[in-house]
């Protein structure tokens, strides 16, 4: 006779071991906050999170003065902390590159944007400048002479994504944690206000608290909380090359962009099929990236491929992540749908985290990012 596996107790259940989990399941290590389990349905950042391109895009975004651009600047902020810790606690390094970000414009519609988006961080006393086709040459060589103007903004970075999961991961469990993968969430039930059971893989667990930041896989999560998650996938895919010579710094082009690797790949970004959850490559995209690349450089026409990989982003269709208690439940806070900026965001959607269920209050209000149940 057959016989239900015991519950496991841990203080904290977290669903989801991509970049957002994993940085989550750190800080509350860091904070004390109990014993932690950390379940995913697959691998270490199988999502999103290994497959982004880890440029830290925050002056040179799109995004409009108020509240995404705030979290996005405050989130950067945290990067050289981070990083000289994690150093420390695991010896990976995360490939973290400061020296800024090249934007050129290859149209008069380029020209016009970029110019609205310099004028709008000068205002804001940002160190932004804009630069005609020399300056830009001057930084590097390689850029088109197609580019008639450009902008630097000094204070953006990129970084190592992959090497960023795995030093977070591995800092997390020297904390304690406890990562269990190849386990989808398969059952949950609730019990008034609260999620009592969580059933994953083969293991049951009765949590204290829970944290949802399983990326695309929250839309299911949400599912079978009767939250139902405003998620959807946006498939995007990515290029490396080798060329002879690699770009000096990260170089971008409206939704384009070209991040040199301290191992020689040049990293061509990025595709868009919103919608799409087959997590798949197409010749239709390589073509696409190795055009992209060769417009904003020439040089780069004969570079080899040497990868070409995809990734599902979980897009929220409120244009800024879910992050926060979600309700009718006392114990269940959310952390998805970062879309592009997974990486970018997740050392403050950590300390935001935390603060929600440790603390009861936190240092960024989060209506702006609480999940909003549709009637």
């Not at 991040?259 to 798949?280: D, Q, W």
């Not at 010749?283 to 690349?293: K, V, W, Y």
Request: charged share 25%; glycine share 10%; with cysteine.
């Amino acid at each position: 006779m057959s016989t239900s596996p015991a519950f496991d107790r841990p203080d904290f259940l977290i669903v989801g071991a991509g970049v957002i989990g994993c940085a989550i399941a750190r800080e509350l290590a860091r904070r004390r906050a109990g014993r932690i389990v950390v379940v995913d349905r697959g691998k270490l950042g199988g999502g999103a999170s290994a497959a982004a391109a880890g440029v830290l895009a925050v002056s040179s975004s799109r995004a409009a003065s108020g509240v995404m651009l705030r979290l996005k600047r405050e989130s950067l902020a945290l990067f050289p902390e981070l990083v000289a810790e994690l150093s420390e606690e695991t010896g990976v390094d995360v490939g973290y590159r400061s020296e800024g970000v090249l934007e050129i414009a290859l149209s008069e519609r380029d020209d016009c944007d970029l110019r609205k988006v310099v004028s709008k961080r000068l205002a804001s006393g940002e160190p932004v400048r804009l630069l005609d086709g020399r300056e830009m040459r001057e930084i590097d060589g390689l850029v088109s002479e197609a580019a008639r103007v450009g902008a630097y903004f000094p204070g953006d970075c990129a970084l190592d994504s992959e090497a960023l999961v795995r030093a977070l991961y591995q800092s997390a469990q020297k904390l304690g944690v406890e990562f269990v993968f190849d386990s989808p969430v398969g059952r949950v039930e609730k019990e008034e206000r609260r999620l009592r059971v969580v059933e994953a893989g083969e293991r049951r667990f009765e949590p204290g608290e829970v944290v949802i930041a399983a990326g695309l896989g929250s839309r299911e999560l949400g599912t079978m909380l009767r939250a139902k998650m405003p998620i959807r996938g946006d498939r995007g895919e990515m290029i490396a090359l080798r060329p002879l010579v690699l770009p000096r710094q990260t170089t971008v082009w409206r939704q384009s962009y070209l991040v040199p690797r301290a191992g020689g790949e040049l990293f061509v970004g990025s595709t868009s099929a919103r919608g799409e959850t087959e997590n798949k490559t197409t010749d239709e995209s390589l073509q696409l990236l190795r055009g992209f690349a060769t417009r904003m450089m020439p040089a780069l026409a004969d570079a080899p491929v040497s990868r070409h990989w995809s990734g599902i982003r979980p897009m929220c269709t409120l244009r800024r992540p879910i992050i926060g208690p979600i309700g009718g439940y006392e114990n269940v806070t959310a952390a998805t749908g970062h879309h592009r900026n997974g990486i970018l965001l997740a050392p403050i959607t950590a300390k935001l985290v935390a603060e929600c269920v440790l603390d009861r209050q936190t240092s960024i209000a989060l209506a702006p990012f609480k999940y909003r149940k549709k009637p």
